[in-house]
């Protein structure tokens, strides 16, 4: 199946500062991804869709100055936790689908984000 | 809307045991499920999707699930548990056949094998 490599896996910040993460799509063109965000002993939510060349659209409650997404290429995207405080600690995901082949989201490996 | 109730927020069972996550779904249309295992620092990979196709569905790792529109839920199943098995399993639905951006998923059943 499709490979999306998501870096870091973890990572370690403190309180303030801006954590950026990578989400590729190794084997096919990922014309949407989407990212989302799960808090211990709780589901994904998703936190926002990206169209590449195209300014993310976030879901309801999610800040979008706080968490800055960008999509530029084809193959990346990066979501971007600005002045990160220890309530943003938690398990980001990403997932990514080519829209013009209509295929199913493939899940990255997912980054754990602790802010101390 | 879409939702899911995954009961059971964790499950055990011996090795060699029949596994059976349950997952009852909630949909004012015709849905699409999916069931998805997620490892430990990994993210999810997908077991098995019903597509309106056969009720019964056969996944990777031998799991399957079988869709029951009169008890509105998809359980996932599997024979005999092996050590490998445990895991977050989630069970999503969307009205997307793809999934896509539109997966609702449930807050997730943590299997655990026991020798």
């Known amino acids: 199946g499709a490979v999306v490599s998501q870096h870091p896996s973890r990572v370690i910040c403190k309180s303030g500062t801006s954590v950026k993460i990578e989400c590729r799509s190794l084997?096919?063109?990922?014309?949407?991804m989407f990212w989302y965000r799960q808090f211990p002993k709780q589901s994904l939510m998703l936190m926002a869709t990206?169209?590449?060349?195209?300014?993310?659209?976030?879901e309801q409650g999610v800040e979008k100055d706080k968490f800055l997404i960008n999509h530029a290429s084809l193959t990346l995207s990066t979501l971007t936790v600005t002045s990160a405080h220890p309530e943003d600690s938690s398990f980001y995901i990403c997932?990514?689908?080519?829209?013009?082949?209509?295929?199913?989201?493939?899940f990255g490996q997912g980054t754990r984000l602790t802010v101390v | 809307a879409q939702s899911v109730t995954q009961l059971g927020s964790h499950v055990s069972v011996s090795e060699g045991a029949l596994v059976l996550l349950r997952c009852n779904y909630s949909?004012?249309?015709?849905?699409?499920l999916f069931w998805y295992v997620q490892y430990p620092n990994q993210g999810l990979q997908l077991l098995l999707k019903?597509?309106?196709?056969?009720?019964l569905v056969k996944g990777i790792n031998g799991f399957e699930a079988e869709f029951k529109k009169s008890e509105t839920s998809f359980h996932l199943t599997k024979p005999s548990a092996h050590m490998s098995d445990a895991a977050e399993y989630f069970c999503?639905?969307?009205?997307?056949?793809?999934?896509?951006?539109?997966?609702?998923f449930g807050t997730g059943t943590r299997l655990t094998v026991i020798p």
């Open positions: 949909s004012s249309v015709p849905p699409y």
């Open positions: 999503a639905v969307s009205l997307i056949q793809t999934g896509a951006n539109n997966l609702f």
């Open positions: 084997d096919f063109q990922a014309t949407t």
């Open positions: 019903y597509t309106s196709a056969a009720t």
């Open positions: 997932s990514a689908r080519d829209i013009t082949k209509n295929t199913e989201a493939f």
């Open positions: 990206s169209n590449e060349g195209s300014k993310a659209t976030y």
